[in-house]
């Protein structure tokens, strides 16, 4: 008679089952692909594609120019390099995005588990969800330019001073349709059997949230982060 030994597998990490679960789309990988050759574009190229600065004489010369060797993409009318400005776009049209998105992401998963977990907090948190989601985003801005851009053009520089206040607005004002989603799945995960069974040995609500509830509502949230990132630019 011999004893007969199982190995059991380790439990997998939340990073872990996040990837597991994202390399399976194809078109999610795609997608990934083509994210990475643009942030290498705009991040990168700039270091290796740095045109020659031009007199205001030479620019006059090279404006309206065609595809060439010294200009790829050609020039504006005022003689500069449109794949250099290109680059420039892209890196500030990707920060905007990418911060914004992960503000309103996070705004969102965040009020979207807590409204569908905890009962007494659904009521409050879909109330000030639907005020948010009354607030126009232009007259917002507008707000937020005339009380704090002097201090942050001080402490920051106006140039990041503005940037963070756009951020800041754009990324406050995104989160309503993530936190909804979220709510919604939420609400049908917190009454699956394992949910259940994991509540009744005695798990807090913290370690039901990270263990089970976040792991499984991350495809609706990278849904959402997606789309926010293409919103906020």
Do not use: C
């Not at 106006?158 to 607005?169: Q, T």
């Amino acid at each position: 008679m011999t004893d007969s030994t199982s190995a059991v597998a380790p439990p997998e990490s939340f990073r872990g089952a996040v990837w597991a679960q994202f390399r399976k789309h194809k078109g999610a990988v795609f997608g990934l692909i083509v994210l990475g050759l643009l942030v290498v574009f705009s991040v990168i190229g700039p270091l290796v594609w740095n045109p020659e600065k031009l007199t205001v004489v030479e620019a006059l010369k090279s404006k309206n120019l065609g595809p060439s060797l010294t200009h790829p993409m050609g020039t504006d009318q005022l003689g500069r390099d449109q794949m250099q400005r290109m680059m420039a776009a892209g890196k500030v049209s990707l920060a905007v995005g990418f911060v914004a998105m992960i503000i309103a992401i996070f705004l969102g998963t965040l009020i979207g588990v807590l409204a569908g977990y905890f009962k007494r907090l659904d009521g409050p948190l879909m109330r000030l969800t639907d005020m948010f989601l009354a607030l126009p985003l232009i007259p917002l801005l507008l707000v937020m330019v005339i009380l704090f851009r002097d201090d942050l053009s001080r402490a920051m520089g106006p140039e990041m001073g503005a940037f963070v206040l756009i951020v800041f607005a754009i990324g406050v004002t995104s989160w309503m349709h993530a936190a909804r989603i979220v709510r919604g799945e939420v609400l049908a995960l917190k009454e699956r059997e394992y949910v259940l069974a994991s509540r009744s040995i005695g798990a807090t609500p913290r370690r039901v949230i990270l263990r089970h509830i976040l792991p499984n509502v991350i495809s609706p949230v990278m849904v959402a982060a997606t789309l926010g990132v293409a919103e906020a630019i």
